[in-house]
């Protein structure tokens, strides 16, 4: 079985950059495309990156353009998403998720697709 687990969550300021890991085990990581995903109280979950499995290109929410930076590391099986200039609307749970099934990469695929895998979902609490 795939196990995916996040972790860098926690508090920040306003303004300040957090990085957020993925660490994913039971499968050969180069199959799957890897997304961030997040979820605030009482919103719809929100799609904020993927990346494919070449790890040459990547797809962001609208928010997240500018701000946010997805990456992955196909030797040691990790994906990672950097936040800077964090804003209080960035508050919401993060999941990481991996797509093995997806034959296409296009924002789309990426943003529709039912991924198979997903985290636990890790908080990231922003406040000024």
């Known amino acids: 079985q795939v196990h995916l687990e996040e972790s860098g969550g926690g508090f920040i300021q306003s303004g300040g950059s957090l990085s957020l890991t993925c660490a994913v085990s039971?499968?050969?990581?180069?199959?799957?495309?890897m997304a961030w995903f997040r979820q605030a109280p009482g919103k719809e979950r929100e799609f904020v990156a993927a990346?494919?499995?070449?790890?040459?290109?990547?797809y962001y929410g609208e928010f997240a353009k500018d701000r946010f930076t997805i990456s992955r590391d196909n030797i040691g099986n990790t994906a990672y998403l950097l936040m800077n200039a964090l804003k209080d609307e960035d508050t919401a749970v993060y999941y990481c998720?991996?797509?093995?099934?997806?034959?296409?990469?296009?924002?789309?695929?990426?943003?529709?697709?039912?991924?198979?895998?997903w985290g636990q979902g890790i908080q990231v609490t922003v406040s000024s």
């Open positions: 990346i494919n499995r070449r790890a040459d290109r990547q």
């Open positions: 039971g499968d050969i990581f180069s199959r799957f495309i």
């Open positions: 998720a991996a797509a093995g099934l997806a034959s296409m990469f296009t924002i789309d695929v990426v943003t529709e697709t039912p991924y198979e895998y």
